[in-house]
Each structure stands twice: as C-alpha cells, then as structure tokens.
C-alpha cells in the first residue's frame, strides 16, 4: 500500500500554520507558512505547506513569487487559478500596505506639545467631553486614535480593559492618553488623576506604557505627566 499523507489538520495544534497565526501572531510564521495560509488545502500527496515550500525553492524566495502572473502561479502543481489569484491579491495587498507606510504622516510624538499640535484642534471642537486612547508604535508614531468615552469621563468607563483591549488589539507598542474640557478649564480632576494611575500602573504590568494623559483646553493643553501625576 502507498504512504498516505499526513494533512495539517492532523499536525500538532502548534505546528499548524492558521492556528500558529492566531495563538501566537503573523510575525512569527515563516514564509512558507504564510503562503500555506493563503493556498489553504493541498493535494493527494502533498500538504499545503508542502507546495508552499516547493514554490519558494523553485523560485528563488518570495520575490520572485510576488513578481510573477496569476497565470504563470495558476500552472504549479496544487495551485490552480483560484489560488494563484488569492497569492497575487496578497501580494498587490502587501505593496499597497507598504505604500501607504511610506506616505502615512501621522505624528511621531515628541511630547505633550506633538500631541496637542496633531489633535488639540478637533478636540476642542467637541461640545462632549470624549476620551481618546492614541496608539503608538515602536517609532513613536501615532497611527489609531479610538474613543473610550463620550460625554463623561469616569473610572467605571475608563477602565484599563476598555483602554488596552484596543492597543493589544492593533500591537501598540505604547499609548497616550487624552480628553477635552468642554469648559475650556485647563485643570486636572481627582477623577482624572485616579483614571490616570490606574491605567499607567496596568500599562507597566502589560508593558505597553502609558506615556501621557494630555487634557485639551480652550487655550491649550495640560500633560499629567509634566503635572508629576504619573511617578
């Protein structure tokens, strides 16, 4: 009898390339892996991840995998047409993603003055106290800002769950974080200094530090780490 091919569905649960993904993130996976995900199933014989390897020995690495035709993919053993245009959809994927890397002007952050030049505007603008959480990257950059509270800013909203769900979420490497006054006060409540504590002190057990609570007034900006609330 013939040797009968062992699927990935059989493979030891951390050996798979999806759940791999999921339990432990993209970055971790190796091309091989990745280009399985995309192919999903293979043949008779040969696993996904067994095409995927002969695709980048065949070809020298990814580079030239990226650089070649939905066609010329689709003539590979246990790619076929669908597959090969899931590879170049992801392929044209990734380079619109660098492009926009490249271009992105969000903010590197600085300082609390960064952060009041890049949101300070809009933020005063709001007639209701809202609460944003800014996300960073390793850079400094701030590319998400997401609300946690509008129209009052408590310790029972502003929770350290409802703040770093979002930054584990989308990977920050740190984060900010930041409410208006309506009243134009530039004055640091008791509730906002509480609020402030808590999160820097889960931050720290979470390593993803808060760097700042930046309060936005009519006149400017009040930073609770240059108040000493943050120590």
């Known amino acids: 009898m013939g040797a009968t091919k062992t699927t990935m ?3 030891p649960v951390d050996d798979r390339p999806r759940e791999k993904c999921i339990q432990q993130g993209a970055e971790t996976l190796s091309h091989a892996e990745l280009l399985a995900i995309l192919l999903r199933s293979g043949t008779k014989k040969l696993s996904a991840l067994d095409i995927a390897k002969q695709l980048l020995a065949e070809n020298d690495g990814l580079l030239q995998i990226g650089m070649m035709t939905t066609g ?3 003539k590979y053993h246990g ?3 669908a597959k090969a245009t899931t590879l170049t959809a992801a ?3 990734g380079a619109r993603f660098h492009e926009v890397l490249q271009t992105n002007e969000t903010p590197i952050i600085t300082g609390p003055e960064s952060v009041a030049n890049a949101y300070g505007e809009r933020m005063r603008l709001m007639q209701k106290e809202v609460c944003k959480v800014i996300l960073l990257n390793r850079a400094h950059r701030a590319y998400r800002d997401i609300n946690i509270s509008i129209g009052s800013i408590s310790a029972s909203i502003v929770h350290p769950r409802e703040v770093f ?3 584990i979420d989308h990977l920050a490497s740190a984060i ?3 409410h208006n006054h309506p009243s134009g006060e530039l004055k640091a409540s008791c509730q906002d200094i509480e609020i402030t504590k808590t999160i820097h002190q889960a931050g720290e057990i979470l390593d993803i530090p808060l760097l700042d609570h930046i309060i936005i007034g009519h006149s400017g900006y009040l930073s609770l780490r240059e108040e000493g ?3």
């Open 9 to 11: 569905k059989q493979w």
């Open 72 to 74: 010329a993919l689709s």
């Open 79 to 81: 790619v076929g047409p």
């Open 91 to 93: 392929f044209q994927l």
């Open 165 to 167: 769900k979002p930054a």
């Open 176 to 178: 900010i974080l930041m």
């Open 229 to 231: 609330h943050m120590e």
